[in-house]
């Protein structure tokens, strides 16, 4: 069936990858009669603009060929509205992707599984007036983030990994006063995250069963444990078995306050702000393609 559709790419995405998942799924979409329109920002402000402007045009779909930067800038133009979202993975995390179950290495692939155009709905993370699909980072792994942001080199995994490991040569546990549905809680923790999905950063199953589709966030509280317990921990997060591990701590909540002196959040890779925070789910806020 013909649909007209936006594909929404960020050429950079994945060291050059963005454009080449673009190129190799567009033939694909093409040859089975899709009609697409690409538009690329020059950069993030101007990626939102775009994506504002297309979805109040009323395309069949916009299409995200990035990684979960890209598809950040897109939920913020589709929340609230009945155009879907597809995605076209071509950055290093991909989480969105992965909750998706978009095949994340074979852009013809990922190309057939937007054809078979089984639009759904899924929740949304708000901060304000800003939505996130993944997971709020507000500890340790935010941290990382901050340091990682201001490294020049390396690029890629390697630079969070040596973030990773800078910081952990003098972190401290930190000191966190939670709001989880209006029940107040003061503990101090490693880490607090906050999912609306499973995972971030490439596969880190941080809020391993969290749903994209139940009107509810995951909280994980990682209590205190020695730099050395953490560095043990952290393979166990590719897998969620980290949830077996005595310090870990869930909530499922609607909304949740997460303050901590000095800390700020990061969600979908984007730096969000200083804590505290407040987030809320929006149910069934954007329509996605899987």
Same mark, same amino acid.
Request: glycine residues 10%; proline residues 6%; negative net charge.
């Given at each position: 069936?013909?649909?007209?559709?936006?594909?929404?790419?960020?050429?950079?995405?994945?060291?050059?990858?963005?454009?080449?998942?673009?190129?190799?799924?567009?033939?694909?979409?093409?040859?089975?009669?899709?009609?697409?329109?690409?538009?690329?920002?020059?950069?993030?402000?101007?990626?939102?603009?775009?994506?504002?402007?297309?979805?109040?045009?009323?395309?069949?779909?916009?299409?995200?060929?990035?990684?979960?930067?890209?598809?950040?800038?897109?939920?913020?133009?589709?929340?609230?509205?009945?155009?879907?979202?597809?995605?076209?993975?071509?950055?290093?995390?991909?989480?969105?992707?992965?909750?998706?179950?978009?095949?994340?290495?074979?852009?013809?692939?990922?190309?057939?599984?937007?054809?078979?155009?089984?639009?759904?709905?899924?929740?949304?993370?708000?901060?304000?007036?800003?939505?996130?699909?993944?997971?709020?980072?507000?500890? @340790?792994?935010?941290?990382?983030?901050?340091?990682?942001?201001?490294?020049?080199?390396?690029?890629?995994?390697?630079?969070?990994?040596?973030?990773?490991?800078?910081?952990?040569?003098?972190?401290?546990?930190?000191?966190?006063?939670?709001?989880?549905?209006?029940?107040?809680?003061?503990?101090?923790?490693?880490?607090?995250?906050?999912?609306?999905?499973?995972? @971030?950063?490439?596969?880190?199953?941080?809020?391993?069963?969290?749903?994209?589709?139940?009107?509810?966030?995951?909280?994980?509280?990682?209590?205190?444990?020695?730099?050395?317990?953490?560095?043990?921990?952290?393979?166990?997060?590719?897998?969620?078995?980290?949830?077996?591990?005595?310090?870990?701590?869930?909530?499922?909540?609607?909304?949740?306050?997460?303050?901590?002196?000095?800390?700020?959040?990061?969600?979908?890779?984007?730096? @969000?702000?200083?804590?505290?925070?407040?987030?809320?789910?929006?149910?069934?806020?954007?329509?996605?393609?899987?």
């Amino acid at each position: 069936m013909s649909r007209d559709v936006v594909v929404l790419t960020n050429p950079t995405a994945g060291k050059g990858r963005g454009a080449r998942v673009r190129d190799a799924a567009a033939a694909r979409l093409e040859a089975a009669g899709w009609r697409l329109r690409h538009v690329a920002g020059r950069d993030a402000d101007e990626a939102l603009d775009l994506a504002l402007k297309t979805v109040a045009d009323g395309p069949d779909a916009l299409v995200a060929c990035g990684g979960d930067g890209l598809v950040n800038i897109a939920v913020q133009a589709l929340a609230g509205s009945a155009v879907p979202l597809g995605v076209l993975p071509a950055g290093t995390g991909n989480d969105v992707a992965r909750v998706l179950g978009v095949p994340r290495d074979d852009p013809a692939a990922a190309a057939d599984h937007l054809l078979a155009w089984r639009p759904r709905p899924m929740d949304l993370a708000r901060i304000g007036d800003r939505y996130f699909a993944t997971v709020l980072a507000a500890g @340790f792994d935010a941290v990382v983030n901050e340091r990682a942001n201001e490294m020049t080199w390396p690029r890629g995994q390697m630079r969070y990994n040596l973030a990773t490991l800078a910081e952990l040569r003098t972190f401290e546990p930190l000191h966190y006063v939670l709001d989880l549905d209006g029940e107040t809680r003061t503990l101090d923790a490693m880490l607090v995250a906050v999912g609306n999905g499973p995972s @971030f950063g490439g596969g880190l199953r941080i809020t391993e069963g969290a749903l994209v589709d139940d009107g509810l966030l995951d909280v994980v509280v990682i209590k205190p444990m020695s730099r050395w317990e953490l560095v043990r921990t952290y393979p166990k997060l590719f897998s969620g078995t980290h949830v077996h591990h005595p310090q870990y701590e869930r909530h499922r909540v609607r909304r949740v306050t997460v303050a901590s002196a000095g800390i700020v959040g990061y969600a979908d890779g984007e730096r @969000f702000g200083p804590l505290p925070l407040t987030v809320e789910c929006v149910p069934g806020a954007v329509q996605v393609l899987v």
